[in-house]
């Protein structure tokens, strides 16, 4: 039983490219949440979504990020026009019915040059 | 600033020793409480968990005590061994208004010396 899948693993770019990063929850769960973690710190929430719903963003910035979860595929963070400042590790985690126990994917980490 | 905190950076203990790592939120309306392992380079790995109508759980080497009237949780590891060496980040839900992220302290490193 697969876990929680993310791929790439590494990403590289350069300012003003696009990052895509990709998450792929646990079989038969269906809330997907994103988080970033910078050197040093814990992790941060960025947003929540069920299939084809964005349930809370409030952690992820108004511009240049934006996420989906669609009906089939995997979810997938978009980051436009890259700054240094992005640059950190980005997070998935799904939960299923006990909606409470979050399984964490490996994460991507995002190096902007 | 943070909701969930930790005490300290860095606890250093002998194999075999038991461990308690601290962690305290302000939140009183938190309602549920994890404790996450993480290693480098890998993401964050789920060790316990406890809800706010419990004061302790135990599993496997592990016990989480909860203490809300100090607004306190805390990791206790027994019988440490080389494996235990990573980050632990406590985490809890319910300070963000009901939605379902997680907010998380800043980290604990434990290092087990041999």
């Known amino acids: 039983n697969a876990g929680v899948m993310q791929n790439p693993r590494h990403l590289v770019r350069r300012r003003g490219q696009e990052a895509r990063l990709r998450c792929s929850p646990m079989k038969g769960h269906s809330h997907v949440y994103w988080y970033r973690q910078l050197p040093e710190e814990g992790l941060k929430f960025m947003v929540y979504l069920q299939k084809e719903n964005i349930i809370d963003e409030s952690g992820m910035p108004k511009e240049r990020f934006s996420a989906e979860f669609p009906k089939e595929g995997p979810s997938i963070l978009r980051i436009q026009q890259v700054v240094r400042g992005d640059s950190a590790a980005y997070f998935c985690?799904?939960?299923?019915?006990?909606?409470?126990?979050?399984?964490f994917g490996p994460g991507t980490r995002l190096t902007v040059l | 600033g943070e909701s969930v905190g930790l005490h300290l950076p860095t606890l250093s203990v002998q194999e075999g020793d038991n461990s308690i790592i601290n962690c305290a939120y302000s939140n009183s309306a938190s309602d549920y409480f994890i404790w996450y392992k993480q290693e480098s380079g890998k993401g964050p790995q789920f060790i316990i968990d406890i809800r706010s109508n419990m004061d302790k759980r135990q599993g496997q080497r592990v016990t989480v005590l909860l203490n809300k009237t100090v607004k306190h949780l805390s990791l206790q590891i027994a019988a440490t061994q080389p494996g235990d060496s990573a980050v632990y980040f406590c985490?809890?839900?319910?300070?963000?208004?009901?939605?379902?992220?997680?907010?998380f302290g800043k980290g604990t490193h434990l290092i087990i010396q041999p």
């Open positions: 985690a799904s939960s299923g019915q006990d909606y409470n126990e979050q399984f």
């Open positions: 985490a809890e839900k319910g300070s963000r208004g009901g939605a379902d992220g997680l907010t």
